[in-house]
T-cell receptor, first 108, second 111 residues
Framework: KNEVEQSPQNLTAQEGEFITINCSYSVGISALHWLQQHPGGGIVSLFMLSSGKKKHGRLIATINIQEKHSSLHITASHPRDSAVYICAVAGATNKLIFGTGTLLAVQP | DAGITQSPRHKVTETGTPVTLRCHQTENHRYMYWYRQDPGHGLRLIHYSYGVKDTDKGEVSDGYSVSRSKTEDFLLTLESATSSQTSVYFC??????????FGPGTRLTVT
């Protein structure tokens, strides 16, 4: 079993829909990251959080440390949000552990 | 964007040839990392560096070596490339190990 699990693996949505991507982890962490990767593109950090909730534009990230779970929400989704979203956790070692990503396609 | 570049961005090479990928940063960050990204796998750590001449292995280090003779450069070498090393390679940098910034990636194809 992977230490970081994301769901769903693939997600198709219509423009304007509210989207949720989930991340569960099994290790103790000091921080959790949400990353975005457009097709053929580089990897961009969206959020780093260790508790509570963060918001940036239409993106919201939450984390529940007790339940070892985080969610990334996209409100009023747009085709330009189409990308792979990756969850990564900073565990006890000085290394990040990555999920396999969620491929999001937002159709106009 | 963090000042991090990778070269080359694309490379096709033949099995058995040596290949060196370069990661260059202008941020003076202490930590540098090499990852590979393959379908069905998350990013996997190959090697990392926590200072000049200080490097350590990651989870998929077999067949790879690294060097860091200057703060700004971290080189990844495939001594004898194999088809299983066809992948997209990402470099990352950080001043705090838990917060990393990624380069644009290098797509390597070994034929």
């Amino acid at each position: 079993k992977n230490e970081v699990e994301q769901s769903p693996q693939n997600l198709t949505a219509q423009e304007g829909e509210f989207i949720t991507i989930n991340c569960s982890y099994s290790v103790g962490i000091s921080a959790l990251h949400w990353l975005q990767q457009h097709p053929g593109g580089g990897i961009v950090s969206l959020f780093m959080l260790s508790s509570g909730k963060k918001k940036h534009g239409r993106l919201i990230a939450t984390i529940n440390i007790q339940e070892k779970h985080s969610s990334l929400h996209i409100t009023a989704s747009h085709p330009r949000d189409s990308a792979v979203y990756i969850c990564a956790v900073a565990g006890a070692t000085n290394k990040l552990i990555f999920g396999t990503g969620t491929l999001l396609a937002v159709q106009p | 964007d963090a000042g991090i570049t990778q070269s080359p961005r694309h490379k096709v090479t033949e099995t058995g040839t040596p290949v060196t990928l370069r990661c260059h940063q202008t941020e003076n960050h202490r930590y540098m990392y090499w990852y590979r990204q393959d379908p069905g796998h998350g990013l996997r750590l190959i090697h990392y560096s926590y200072g000049v001449k200080d490097t350590d292995k990651g989870e998929v280090s077999d067949g790879y070596s690294v060097s860091r003779s200057k703060t700004e450069d971290f080189l990844l070498t495939l001594e004898s490339a194999t088809s299983s090393q066809t992948s997209v390679y990402f470099c990352a940098i950080s001043d705090r190990w838990y917060e990393q910034y990624f380069g644009p990636g290098t797509r390597l194809t070994v034929t």
